[in-house]
């Protein structure tokens, strides 16, 4: 579809007027055309929102179909999306979601690329990724402070508790990959983020989320040296190929403090781009020989993870970033590709044993203000905890917003619930201008199983039992959240995680109150029960504080 | 555990009077129960329901967790169980479910049989097949009407209508398939059905399942001539194995008439007795080697599946009957296992279209009379139907009740829900004694994804999309269903199957006529949704008729 026709259909619904019959489609419609804001998703042309090919709906057509249903839902239907196509409208109630969705699941025996490819070409499904089929993405601002724990954490267990003074090597500038120089500086360090596509450069660039750019490897580790060498913080985008400038690094003998990496490696055919290829070179050979492409694009991320087992063995702290580029090195024979650990078992888990994530809220007024004073009630609210009101003082300077107003911040079971009442009555006394859509990241304490990241060793060796995210998303929507959705695949790809989404509107009446008390508590609450069921003491202790009911816990916690 | 200790813990709870804190949690108590009873389960000691190892609880901790747990339920709580595990109990409210089901979910990229005994030895997992884990599992008699549709539709498309004359070979009289040698003489015809376990044969004899037993092969043809002769029904159990009987009655140029198979053959471990081993012997090998086991179990599929081919070249109409042996066949190098079709795609698609499925309720007072009354219902109220109306008069005669008594029955999209409120009229008015339980198999209309069954050569190619069985979990659920589920594997194994059971509670007050009436709509509406979005035109015409919304229905019908 061409740029003009989808940026007419893409409209930013703004203020207090409604375009469907309540606030609760609103708020779905909204966050769906907000999803595919052109200052928000990569390629809105093609209703790509993130993470490769990860899309909003499954084809114009579906789009409007949905715009449609959404504009005529009464507040006791729900509409059921199907990989991104509206399949039927049922009479439910007023406390059921508005939207229930499940988006790219396969029988598992047939969950790998190859059949997703045949059923896309057959136009029977589309990738949904994680936020971006369940409408919830809101830019990269949505995994700045995710990105943001991991250094932090990475820099408490590895540097004293600041980058300062280190430099981070990693690839990827995309929806996702694009936060970690921001983060990287916002820990004091400095970071050389390499991506092949110069313009994902420019678009970090102009959103403040990347400092510099150069082409030239040495002009890259000249500058990144110097801000070291003055403990300065910056960071630094290079255009070219991971997989290339690695062993380069290491041929100059240059080993960073800290190496990572955000390709979109979990798709080795829309996400990855193999070296000896321009990106046009690349972007043919894609189209006329994909069998061709995959095998390349593998060879390359093997010759990729190898460079960073290197720079592992010769210093460099070094961590797998949820891209799954691991296993497919390992599957093109590299052995020991899980050497270095993912980010979840080295630096997340313990927040996960919490119930905490990567929680946000969405203004649906449009007002920036209106999220400014969401962020004073978190200062005055939740003032005892001062990591989490740095983070937002840090993120009102620092983070641009993107499309719809909004705000990322990882809250834990409990203080979710306490916060979705705390807007809901900023909502209904009238202090923001319209309702505030609360939700968060399918990556999450306990919507996900996905054991090369999320479910990543646990300890009691469940990583691939995927019963949860089902748990977790028929419980939420039992509880009345606005929509809820069931992904397979998401950031590691197909065959490799199932995971649920969920989002809430506060419009500020009491049912909306209710509904946000269960939701707030349910959601986070599987993320803590996940962890106890899996025997970690900060969960266990957790839910015995908090006088969660659950059948097993003393039988539990007497094995341990 | 020993059957004495379990027979204690299996306790049958009848007549009025309440052991939970409502009917809700009661009728889950009593079906968990009641999946368990020795009149029903296969072997209720281990905790077996039915096919192969399919189980109601994790281990005896859990079943005791989970009864603990219904005892103490609220009527706003709802537990949630994890794989045969109570893992958490949520405050949710009144109209939610007061329990939701996930059962051996496994990250796809690592569901196959070897990683799922790996975590059942770990005490992380359990089968919960279909209603075994799920609690509406009401023994032989559910299946029986199912057994009954398919041979009827098969008679009807081969043998003018009726199975008089004709000779069926079948194997297999476990739980599930202990129905065939009923449902055949039911149409008339003449039935010779292997088991290799002699138990299994005498246990349909003692429930009028079966007619005779024997442990001859020409004793079996001899009596299956003579009756075949004189137009008798007649239904043989014979001793022995599949996969040596079938070669010897090719040797002896006996050809059946009719030819299927219901071994577990989807479970190759713990579900299939290969050649050449006696029951003592193959109990110790499973125990012993299990690799060797499932290689001779293996090898032993693929003899039967050509054994039924050649018959089939022979004359013999043969089919699959939902235990996916061809695959394992086709992964031992029986290129043309799939030559001979699946009995859905076969037999019973067109009432999968409108809706229709092994519906079924049961009566929580125990008092057969309710059921009784209930047929006396459906002949009142579906006059018009004579099929229906046939079958419920053949139930009556020919069905023994296996524990609770209950009635199986195949309705549709429109005619559930009007026969949902009429069920909860005759609680409302006490006709009835007790709530009445509604459930159904897995095996539906609109509530699976397995392209060797359910879903096998859909006609837009679409077998394997599973956002289906997902969606359907949770619109029932939001719908307020007294329980939901979603298991993987069930019927066809590991890997090759994802679905979702519900089971609602009529006890006669307002609310739970509001709940049926959205949950009896939903249900089996997604059965018609599904096979609408495929293409069919008797789906097509039912959800025109009907007045559904499906916001792409004209755009749809106008391709084909
Ligand atoms: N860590 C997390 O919290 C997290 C969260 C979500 C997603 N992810 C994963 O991170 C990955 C990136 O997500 P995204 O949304 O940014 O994806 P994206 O598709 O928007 O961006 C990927 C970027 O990688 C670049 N790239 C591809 N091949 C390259 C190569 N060989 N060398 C250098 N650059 C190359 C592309 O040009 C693109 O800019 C995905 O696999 C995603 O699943 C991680
Ligand atoms: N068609 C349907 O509607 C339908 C529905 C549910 C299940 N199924 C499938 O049918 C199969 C049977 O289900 P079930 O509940 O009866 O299982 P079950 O485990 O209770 O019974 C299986 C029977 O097969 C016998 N058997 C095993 N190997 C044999 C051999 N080599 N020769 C002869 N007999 C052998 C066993 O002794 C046992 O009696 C399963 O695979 C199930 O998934 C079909």
Known sequence: MSTTIAENKIIRYRGTELNTKGWQQEAVLR?????????????????????????????????????????????????????GKPVVIFKTHTDAPRVLLANSNIVPAYANWDTFH????????????????????????????????????????HFNGTLQGTITVTAGL?????????????????????????????RRIETRYTDVKTDSLDEAIRLANEAKAEGKALSIGLVGNAAEILPEM?????????LTDQTSAHDPLNGYVPTGLSIEEANKLRASDP?????????????????????????????????????????????????????????????????KGPFRWVALSGDPEDIYKTDEAILREFSDNEHLCNWIRMAQEKIEFQGLPSRICWLGYGERARFGKILNDMVASGELKAPIVIGRDHLDSGSVASPNRETEAMKDGSDVVADWPILNAMVNAVGGATWVSVHHGGGVGMGYSLHAGVVIVADGTKEAEARLQRVLTTDPGMGVVRHVDAG?????????????????????????
């Open 291 to 355: 069998e061709e492409y995959v095998k390349r694009s593998k060879a390359s991320m093997a010759v990729h993870v190898k460079a960073m087992l290197e720079m592992m063995e010769k210093g460099a702290i070094t961590f797998d970033y949820g891209n799954n580029i691991r296993q497919v090195a390992k599957d093109e024979g590299v052995e020991n590709a899980f050497d270095f650990p993912g980010f979840v078992p080295a630096y997340i888990r313990p927040q996960f044993c919490e119930g």
């Open 250 to 258: 290491i041929k100059r003998n240059f080993i960073p403090d800290a």
């Open 174 to 202: 995309g929806g996702m990959g694009g936060a970690q120089p921001l983060s990287v500086t916002m820990n004091g360090g400095v970071c050389i983020a390499i991506d092949v596509e110069e313009w994902r450069i420019d």
């Open 31 to 83: 966050m769906l055309m907000n999803n595919l804001d052109k200052e928000v998703a990569e390629i809105p042309e093609e209703l790509v929102v993130y993470g490769g090919i990860g899309k909003a709906a499954r084809n114009w057509e579906s789009f409007d179909a949905i715009v449609e249903s959404l504009k005529n839902l009464e507040d006791d239907e729900t509409l059921l999306v199907q990989s």
């Open 118 to 157: 045949e059923l896309d070409k057959k136009g029977l499904m589309m990738y949904g990724q994680m936020t971006a089929g369940s409408w919830i993405y809101i830019g990269s601002q949505g995994i700045v402070q995710g990105t943001y724990e991991t250094f932090a954490e990475l820099a408490k267990q």
């Open 536 to 560: 970690y003491d900060i969960a266990i202790n957790k839910a015995r504080e908090t006088g969660m009911k659950i059948p097993m816990l003393d039988k539990r916690s007497d094995q341990n």
